[in-house]
């Protein structure tokens, strides 16, 4: 009887936990039935609606399994938006593009590659449209790839430049008194500032200013080419916000028409040769991306590995998104074992993190490399900090021009709490030790001198190594390598001025240099890392690719799994009586 409590309560939560995954799963088979279409038609156009974030690899980014109820099935990733849009050129079923974007949910660097991508299928002669309720500074640059841009009548463009707003957090730590040790090396190294300054350094101000400066003239450019306006009239309408309601943008030669929704698709009709009052015939990209005719194994023995290194630099992590030792050593080990790996390219699209797991990722690299095949780098949005760490090495490394990249420095934050301890809630440490430093850091008890000594050295050691790692790899004296170092932030443009970055592309261009360096000119790429979903989502994202209950019902396995099965089939049961009924609400198990 002393375990009946607990041995009860327990069945109840994974009665309860099959009675959640019974509703979670009806439901979701619900909405999947609804949705599920195998085909598109012909005279149809695809619709693009990049508001959401994209990953760099297809479901390369934490997600939640509720959060899968509420969006696409993929978290398509750039690369496979940009072999879409090839696919869809080439498609006799599509017609053309509708991109229908308020905002985006990409950086700058992703922006250049998908407007190369728009205006590759361009050239098949289909056309493109966007279509707008207003336009935030970087869809419109987006959008200006289209034939024609419409905008609704009471909307808007926001084109008025960039510019940085900071926090800044020290005053309000010295109210509640917590004090934050701050140990760094590089000058421009700007992570730490909030912590211990009240305003942006001058060595912040230049280098902010600087990049800005550099990415609103690759923006003028990009929209002067787009949309035939001399940079000069751009420039006049960013200064005013020309652009800041549908009229002034029409006057200005933004957009070429303000539509409303009914008057864009009584337009996409007439384009289509669609009777009035028939409804077009769409397809989303998620949708596309289930349907499309992509070879994507190819037949060729040789292989370039794609290494997508996207998210922040994290020790340990298991998660999707991020760049871990654990997931990406034994990954590359394997890159390096296999002999129809040819070569290398490592996509990277990272602000940076932790300083251990760079460096043992930049081993591997390097090993990979001593195996004698060449290892190139790609920038997208971000190869910062940590992010060009792990690329420095690399024979060759390609960035978009507005890629944000260098930032090469260290830093280090302790936080000290004693005061907010003593002074605000009365709480008091003491200590008793047998050698200096047997207590540890602690944020409860104030640094000696000789902790933060010790602090400071660490950190000057890492920022030496690291600019040995890019001295040698960019064959840059370490002198030279200092001056550009000192944690500034570049553009991938003006990066390449100062040895940074050897040439600026895109991914494609990466992959040509690494076939041409390996010899090689039949392949096929192969992405990495292999992505692998836990059990919730893996099973809602079989129910929203339509797969029958049977199909589900087959992916439980474990005793654990089984046992979840069998409370759902139960429920099931109950669920369906729908008159008087005589028998026991649950199955009672007994271990």
């Not at 017609?95 to 950086?107: C, M, P, Q, S, Y």
């Not at 419109?140 to 926001?158: E, H, K, R, T, W």
């Not at 790609?378 to 992010?387: E, K, Q, T, V």
């Not at 500034?488 to 360096?517: C, F, P, S």
Request: with cysteine; aromatic share 10%; net charge neutral.
């Amino acid at each position: 009887m002393k375990s009946f409590f607990p041995t009860f309560f327990a069945s109840c939560l994974g009665v309860f936990a099959a009675f959640a995954l019974c509703i979670f799963i009806l439901i979701g088979m619900g909405i999947s039935g609804m949705a599920k279409s195998d085909t598109y038609s012909d005279n149809s156009i695809l619709k693009l609606k990049l508001e959401d974030f994209i990953p760099e690899k297809t479901d390369n980014i934490n997600q939640e399994p509720t959060d899968l109820l509420q969006s696409s099935p993929d978290a398509i990733g750039l690369t496979r938006i940009l072999k879409l849009l090839d696919a869809a050129s080439k498609d006799k079923k599509i017609k053309g593009i509708l991109i229908e974007n308020n905002f985006v949910g990409v950086g700058q660097a992703s922006l250049l590659s998908l407007m190369e991508g728009l205006a590759k299928f361009k050239e098949s002669g289909k056309f493109i449209y966007s279509y707008a309720d207003s336009h935030s500074q970087s869809s419109y640059m987006l959008c200006s790839v289209a034939d024609s841009m419409f905008i609704n009548p009471q909307g808007g463009v926001d084109l008025k430049g960039y510019g940085a707003s900071i926090p800044f957090l020290k005053n309000m730590l010295d109210k509640i008194g917590v004090e934050m040790n701050i140990f760094y090396a590089g000058n421009f190294k700007s992570a730490t500032e909030p912590f211990r300054l009240t305003e942006m350094s001058d060595f912040n101000k230049l280098q902010t200013r600087t990049f800005l400066e550099d990415m609103k003239s690759i923006m003028v450019e990009q929209i002067s080419k787009n949309r035939n306006l001399s940079p000069e009239k751009i420039e006049t309408i960013i200064e005013g916000m020309e652009g800041r309601t549908a009229k002034k943008a029409l006057e200005n030669g933004l957009v070429d028409a303000l539509f409303y929704k009914d008057q864009l698709d009584d337009f996409l009709r007439n384009k289509l040769g669609v009777k009035e009052g028939k409804k077009l015939k769409t397809v989303t990209l998620s949708k596309y991306n289930t349907l499309a005719d992509i070879d994507d194994d190819g037949g060729e023995k040789d292989k370039i590995a794609i290494i997508h290194a996207e998210g922040e630099i994290i020790y340990g992590s298991d998660d999707s998104g991020v760049i871990s030792e654990k997931k990406y050593i034994s990954m590359l080990t394997k890159i390096r074992n296999d002999k129809n790996i040819k070569a290398v390219v490592l996509r990277v699209n990272s602000p940076g993190g932790n300083a251990f797991t760079s460096d043992v990722i930049w081993r591997e690299l390097e090993r990979i490399k001593e195996a004698g095949k060449p290892v190139i780098a790609s920038f997208g949005d971000y190869a910062a900090s940590g992010g060009y760490y792990i690329a420095a090495g690399a024979d060759r490394i390609v960035a978009q021009p507005n890629t944000l990249t260098g930032s090469i420095g260290v830093f280090m934050m302790f936080p000290n709490a004693t005061k907010l301890l003593n002074d605000k809630i009365g709480v008091r440490f003491d200590t008793v030790k047998t050698n200096e430093f047997a207590t540890g850091f602690s944020p409860m008890i104030n640094l000696s001198d000789k902790e933060k000594a010790l602090l400071q050295e660490s950190t000057m050691e890492i920022y030496d190594l690291f600019i040995d790692r890019v001295s040698k790899g960019r064959k840059l004296s370490v002198d030279s390598t200092k001056v550009i170092a000192q944690g500034r932030v570049w553009t991938g443009r003006a990066a390449q001025k100062i040895g940074l970055v050897d040439e600026l592309g895109n991914l494609d261009d990466a992959i040509r240099i690494a076939a041409e360096k390996a010899g090689i000119e039949k392949y096929k790429t192969v992405d990495y890392p292999f992505l692998k979903d836990d059990f919730m989502t893996t099973i809602i994202r079989e129910i929203q690719k339509g797969n029958g209950e049977d199909d589900v019902m087959s992916l439980f396995s474990t005793k654990a799994e089984r046992k979840m099965l069998d409370q759902y089939k139960q429920f099931k049961a109950i669920m369906r009586l729908q008159e008087p009924t005589a028998r026991l609400p649950y199955i009672f198990s007994f271990d």
